[in-house]
């Protein structure tokens, strides 16, 4: 399954933007999906995770309260909306994908397979 991020821009302290994660080549609703984030410099970030039917999700304590994940089985795509955002949540931001024989959300990088491109986030102070 191929993954292609979008949503991300430039944005000023305190405010807010949707990402976008689409599927093509599968059927994203076979797969837990999460998102990561790395910095310049810095290493690649858990952010969030939704199991297949989006039952279930998960975030890091840094985002927790002020991103929230869902999905669209529908539509194939899966969303992190990010609010009260802060100049430390600047980014490339990555969806990635857990193969379709794995149920259960995951924070590690090393769980997911299939990784998009990812969508650069700049927010400013």
């Known amino acids: 399954v191929q993954l292609q991020a979008s949503g991300g821009g430039l944005v000023q302290a305190g405010g807010s933007l949707r990402l976008s994660c689409a599927a093509s080549?599968?059927?994203?609703?076979?797969?837990?999906i999460g998102w990561f984030r790395q910095a310049p410099g810095k290493a690649r970030e858990f952010v969030s995770t939704?199991?297949?039917?989006?039952?279930?999700?998960d975030y890091a304590d840094s985002v927790k309260g002020r991103f929230t994940i869902s999905r669209d089985n529908a539509k194939n795509t899966v969303y992190v909306e990010m609010n009260s955002l802060k100049p430390e949540d600047t980014a490339r931001y990555y969806c990635a994908a857990r193969s379709n024989n794995h149920t259960a959300p995951a924070a590690s990088a090393a769980s997911y397979v299939y990784w998009g491109q990812g969508t650069l986030v700049t927010v400013s102070s």
């Open positions: 080549g599968g059927t994203l609703s076979s797969h837990v």
């Open positions: 939704i199991t297949r039917n989006g039952g279930a999700t």
